[in-house]
């Protein structure tokens, strides 16, 4: 049985107690007539005091329509800007003091939306449903995924199970902090959680299973392998720059010595290459050093 979803306390209760934070639904839908309306229709079974913001990104088929008439307010883009656009969008239409993120092609259960809010009574300002090994697209997404959490992991210091998962609920104030830095394509998932952990902000995750989507994917596969990996590298570059170029500048360090010590044993004497490699080494440290002081400035916050 699904959790019940919290109802407001009575009218003879304590008038002191903290109102309960409001709910808003965000699903960004491009094309997704099949399955927005009995997402849409659950949704408002299982949460009916939340508010339901679909974002069309530009369809051409009649998503706009069957989302009005589940009962979803609808936000139209002219023209197909993306789906980190459509997130960007929402977040900033969405009325909730909690924003619960979801895919509208029925990979996501609404079912697990109390799950995520339960969670924000433990303190967190994040909450993610994780994916199982079994919930992944296939198999090659499903290792490149796990890359992705590994090296994700690595940068914060801090475990990450499931770093591209679109389902989330935030602190409607904390997400909108960030939208700047969201791309409008795809892996607003990425780059949201390393600005949290970057700007200590906490994060929880939630086990949940994936269903198999209604319709057609948008991803591509090696396309947006590589967009994610790069992405990766980016929010790298903005989140923990040290981690990035520390460990090139040591390679460069590393093979210019050890060519120094090579030629000075069979030549006996210190090659240009390695003054080039001793360079590289220390202008991409130098490099990495500046970065992490901009990175400081970009997420220092007031208060």
Do not use: C
Not at 16 to 43: F, H, K, Y
Not at 112 to 141: C, H, N, T, W
Not at 191 to 200: D, L, W
Not at 247 to 269: I, Q, S
Request: proline share 6%.
């Amino acid at each position: 049985m699904p959790l019940s979803p919290p109802m407001s306390p009575p009218a003879n209760e304590d008038s002191n107690r903290m109102p309960m934070p409001s709910v808003s639904v965000v699903l960004p839908a491009r094309n997704e007539a099949a399955a927005i309306g009995q997402t849409v229709a659950r949704i408002r079974t299982l949460y009916p005091e939340a508010e339901i913001v679909v974002v069309d990104d530009g369809s051409t088929d009649d998503t706009a329509r069957v989302a009005a008439e589940a009962g979803a307010r609808v936000v139209r883009h002219p023209y197909g800007m993306g789906n980190g656009a459509a997130i960007k969008t929402g977040a900033r239409a969405a009325k909730g003091d909690i924003i619960v993120f979801m895919d509208a092609d029925g990979q996501h259960d609404p079912a697990d939306i109390p799950r995520l809010l339960a969670k924000f009574d433990e303190g967190y300002d994040m909450v993610v449903g994780a994916r199982g090994a079994g919930s992944q697209a296939s198999v090659g997404r499903g290792l490149a995924n796990a890359l992705y959490n590994r090296l994700a992991s690595w940068m914060v210091d801090h475990p990450v199970a499931d770093l591209t998962s679109g389902f989330r609920a935030v602190r409607a104030d904390k997400f909108r902090e960030f939208l700047y830095l969201l791309p409008n394509g795809f892996s607003y998932p990425t780059t949201i959680t390393m600005a949290f952990f970057r700007s200590a902000y906490s994060v929880a995750y939630v086990p949940i299973t994936a269903h198999k989507r209604i319709g057609t994917s948008h991803i591509r596969p090696l396309r947006d392998g590589l967009r994610f990996l790069l992405i990766i590298f980016k929010i790298a570059t903005l989140y923990a720059p040290l981690k990035l170029f520390g460990p090139v500048a040591l390679g460069f360090l590393a093979t210019g010595l050890g060519w120094y010590a090579h030629t000075y044993l069979t030549e006996g004497r210190f090659t240009n290459m390695s003054a080039l490699l001793l360079s590289a080494g220390v202008i991409v440290f130098l490099i990495g050093l500046i970065s992490e002081q901009i990175t400081n400035l970009t997420y220092k916050r007031d208060g």
